[in-house]
């Protein structure tokens, strides 16, 4: 896995909706080489184009593939723009209620990743803090679901999203070990209004210690809203991330 930091391009989601290839060359310039990009399917075409004149890769991408009536389309695609893992992004709360729904939605992503495999492709999923907060017996509901994920499946934290849903974040990457592939590094409050998000290192969270428990996820760099200039919080966090993570 590359130790060169990706982001997340729902980050800059206007400016992608705006011009894409302006968008992707912006994110290089700054000094990114890799992005993530969602929805990829259904621009195949101009992600390809933009990425090619940039000079960025993907190796992972987002899509929505859990309730997809047509998976293998999201996966074709991502052969065609070389992503290597495809994560799903969302699935909404009060699909994550009992053991049941961990259940059901882990068997379903076991699906899929067999699925992904023959194309050559590893599947996995990505947290918000609901996930976190909600719980049966005392347990947050996550904790289920990765109990019942087959070996083949990945794990890409939101390290954000898993604080403010109350994880001791850094122990549940120590817990999760070689599964967790990929890390949305973000910072901010501590707080659910994503207005109050900054660049990594100038929050609440403690990103030092969430980096330290898991050395073999490639960081991806993600805004979810900034009060600034977007482009100038991922310069901050890529700065910051270079310097910060040995």
Do not use: C
């Not at 060169?4 to 992707?24: E, F, G, T």
């Amino acid at each position: 896995m590359s130790r060169k930091p990706s982001v997340q391009l729902y980050s800059v989601r206007d400016a992608v909706q705006q011009d894409l290839s302006a968008a992707v060359a912006r994110l290089a310039e700054i000094g990114l080489t890799q992005v993530e990009p969602y929805a990829f399917h259904t621009r195949t075409a101009e992600f390809k184009a933009a990425f090619a004149a940039a000079g960025v890769s993907a190796p992972s991408g987002h899509a929505a593939v859990i309730d997809a009536e047509n998976p293998r389309e999201v996966f074709e695609a991502a052969n065609e723009l070389g992503i290597t893992t495809v994560i799903d992004p969302f699935v909404p709360a009060d699909r994550w209620r009992t053991a049941d729904d961990a259940a059901k939605i882990a068997d379903r992503v076991n699906e899929l990743s067999v699925l992904a495999h023959e194309y050559v492709l590893d599947f996995g999923y990505h947290n918000h803090h609901w996930e976190l907060e909600n719980t049966v017996d005392g347990r947050p509901v996550l904790e289920l679901f990765v109990e019942r994920l087959a070996p083949g499946v990945v794990l890409e934290i939101d390290t954000f999203w898993a604080t403010v849903g109350g994880a001791d974040t850094p122990a549940l990457l120590e817990s999760l070990g070689e599964r967790v592939k990929f890390l949305h590094v973000k910072d901010g409050a501590k707080s659910t209004d994503t207005s109050l998000q900054q660049p990594a290192g100038q929050g609440q969270i403690d990103v030092p210690a969430i980096l330290a428990a898991a050395p073999q996820a490639l960081r991806v760099i993600e805004f979810d809203a900034y009060s600034g200039d977007v482009f100038d919080g991922i310069a901050a966090s890529l700065a910051w991330l270079q310097e910060n993570d040995a």
